[in-house]
């Protein structure tokens, strides 16, 4: 509501000054016609000629061409404030079409006025947007304004004098003239004043307004940050909680059964080596039956990725989805040749590049990450780099401590390098697809 008066009040200025410079133009072309109109009723044009520098060329037509280039500069505005209100070369281009205007408008009337220039500098205060071209069009402005001034060019120049044409009349009418005049440019240049002051508290309020939006950005960012970290740990906790009962379930339930088979065998191994066999074979079963609800437990862990696709399609997958989501790049780079390990090695793989490209992101604010693969004698080498922030202490948070907790499991080693950008560097053994049976 503030900014919708302030921005009002700015334009009723702004059509104020317009219609000021209308006023002064206008009267001034139309003052000059009619005094030499006088002038030649009263047969003193030779007396009159005799006493002053310079004469006006065609005063009619000073009156037509003056309110031509009025209009067109009420175009000019017209056209940038209604039409084309964020098109930044249309503006550029009528804020020139605006000076050139103005100044033909001072040529006309002999340098006499001015002050229609500080029109041009509203505008340019009010539309220019880039930097460099407000800077050079109110320098354009100012020097205009003050290179334009009739005392000074009429010292190297023959120029007619409005003071001239005043002189003309009797006392008393010089000094209605002479304040209407002053009154004209004292007017333009308190209401010009009012129109930067007004200006200058809009923008004031509007920095104000961001200030607080950012604040106010700022706490629900942090507000979010920990609710993620909250939900972030509620799903954990709940998914360790899950897979710990099925877990008991299944294996009280097998060890159960394992512990009560190998009591029988314990019983009838003196006396019937047959039947001790048979409930031998019958705990094997058992066995293998709970090893793979166990398998089928832990599974339901592993990224649906790699369910449906191999662990170097997973990740290119992965890194495909990121850079068409995120404004970052992310490049995959693997050289080693028909990835082939174990389950629990791709998904610590998997998990730690996960990770990688979210730390990268998320803290680092990083636009381009590198994620490496290859193989140096038994091991795997994993490094995932970005050109981020960075850190120069590296804190242990949640993404950090579940790479080392993965690549642990696996009897590997994970370094961590925040100097330049940050760098996740990862050894891994290579068990080659180890199996259970």
Not at 1 to 9: K, P
Request: with cysteine.
């Amino acid at each position: 509501m503030d900014t919708n008066m302030d921005n009002r009040r700015v334009r009723i200025l702004q059509l104020g000054i317009l219609a000021l410079n209308v006023v002064s133009v206008m009267g001034l072309s139309i003052f000059i016609y009619a005094t030499i109109e006088n002038i030649r009723r009263s047969y003193v044009a030779r007396e009159f000629l005799s006493g002053i520098q310079a004469i006006v060329w065609y005063p009619y037509w000073n009156i037509w061409l003056c309110a031509l280039l009025l209009a067109l500069l009420a175009g000019s505005m017209f056209v940038r404030d209604r039409l084309f209100p964020d098109n930044s070369k249309v503006i550029l281009f009528s804020l020139v079409a605006d000076f050139a205007i103005c100044f033909a408008i001072i040529i006309l009337l002999n340098f006499n006025y001015n002050g229609i220039l500080l029109l041009v500098f509203s505008n340019v205060i009010l539309y220019a947007k880039n930097g460099k071209s407000r800077y050079f069009l109110a320098a354009v402005a100012i020097g205009s304004f003050i290179l334009a001034d009739y005392e000074l060019l009429s010292i190297s120049c023959r120029l007619y004098s409005i003071q001239d044409y005043i002189s003309f009349y009797n006392a008393t009418t010089q000094q209605y003239l002479l304040s209407s005049y002053n009154i004209l440019v004292s007017l333009n240049v308190i209401m010009f004043v009012v129109y930067c002051v007004n200006i200058i508290n809009q923008q004031q309020g509007n920095l104000d307004e961001i200030h607080a939006l950012n604040e106010q950005l700022q706490d629900v960012n942090e507000q979010l940050q920990e609710y993620s970290v909250m939900a972030e740990k509620m799903a954990e906790t709940r998914e360790r909680n899950r897979l710990a009962r099925e877990i008991h379930d299944t294996l009280g339930h097998t060890l159960t059964g394992i512990a009560a088979g190998i009591d029988a065998c314990l019983a009838t191994i003196g006396t019937s080596p047959r039947q001790t066999k048979d409930q031998l074979e019958l705990i094997s079963k058992v066995t293998r039956d709970g090893i793979k609800e166990i398998r089928r437990s832990v599974s339901q862990l592993r990224p649906d990725a790699l369910e449906r696709f191999s662990l170097e399609y997973a990740i290119s997958k992965m890194v495909s989805d990121m850079n068409a989501v995120s404004g970052a790049r992310v490049y995959f780079d693997c050289q080693v040749k028909n990835l082939k390990f174990d389950e629990d090695e791709e998904n610590a793989i998997y998990r730690v590049i996960q990770e990688g490209i979210t730390n990268a992101l998320r803290h680092g604010h990083a636009s381009q990450i590198w994620i490496t693969i290859k193989k140096e004698d038994t091991d795997i080498l994993l490094q995932i780099r970005d050109n981020g922030i960075g850190c120069k202490e590296i804190k242990s948070g949640f993404g950090t401590k579940h790479m080392k907790e993965r690549i642990k499991m696996l009897s590997g080693v994970v370094t961590f390098d925040g100097s330049d950008g940050f760098t996740v560097n990862a050894r891994i053994p290579i068990r080659w697809g180890e199996t259970y049976d």
